[in-house]
């Protein structure tokens, strides 16, 4: 068993966080910022065992829904239900690098483009995986069918992130918001 899987907080009832712990406990993970590689093993790990979050998924029409479902000092996995028109708006992840695949449904994705201004975009659909680093900044919304869900993981553990408005002449820092007031709100 690896260190950094030892000590570790959840949203998840204490059993089913166990039971991330145990799968989690097997991959060959760093003790430091995990690589992007590193990331994708995690996400496709917890995605390829459905029974360990499927029923804790809850579909909101109102709010965005997510649950932290393992953290550790060195990276954390959060699952994202997404109902029809709900977007996470422009913003990056405060300095952590992500991955995430999806489960069900699909998301449209906007992201800042390599110049800075312009906008490119993707669908992602079950089974489609995306990684990106810590100056990425982009937009996500689920605009049609069934309620979406997505794996989610970071390193290190978000802290919080900066939103951004999308103007003719870039993107535009708005405001940091830390993670714990997020968590409330």
Do not use: C
């Not at 997510?66 to 300095?95: A, C, M, P, Y």
């Amino acid at each position: 068993m690896i260190e950094n899987t030892k000590t570790f907080t959840s949203e998840a009832p204490r059993v089913r966080a166990e039971q991330v712990k145990d799968l989690l406990s097997h991959l060959d993970l760093a003790e430091g910022r995990l690589t992007i590689e590193e990331l994708k093993t995690v996400v496709l790990a917890i995605a390829s065992r459905p029974e360990l979050f499927e029923d804790l998924v809850v579909d909101d029409e109102t709010n965005r829904w997510w649950l932290q479902l393992f953290k550790t000092d060195n990276f954390e996995v959060r699952i994202l239900g997404w109902e029809v028109e709900q977007r996470s708006d422009w913003h990056d992840h405060g300095g952590s690098s992500g991955v995430f695949v999806v489960t069900d449904g699909s998301l449209f994705e906007m992201h800042r483009a390599s110049d800075h201004v312009s906008v490119d975009s993707r669908v992602y659909n079950v089974g489609d995986l995306s990684s990106f680093g810590p100056d990425y900044v982009h937009d996500m919304v689920h605009d049609s069918g069934k309620p979406a869900v997505s794996v989610h993981a970071y390193s290190p553990p978000l802290t919080g992130f900066t939103s951004y408005a999308h103007s003719p002449f870039g993107f535009i820092a708005e405001k940091y918001v830390k993670e714990e007031d997020r968590a409330r709100a």
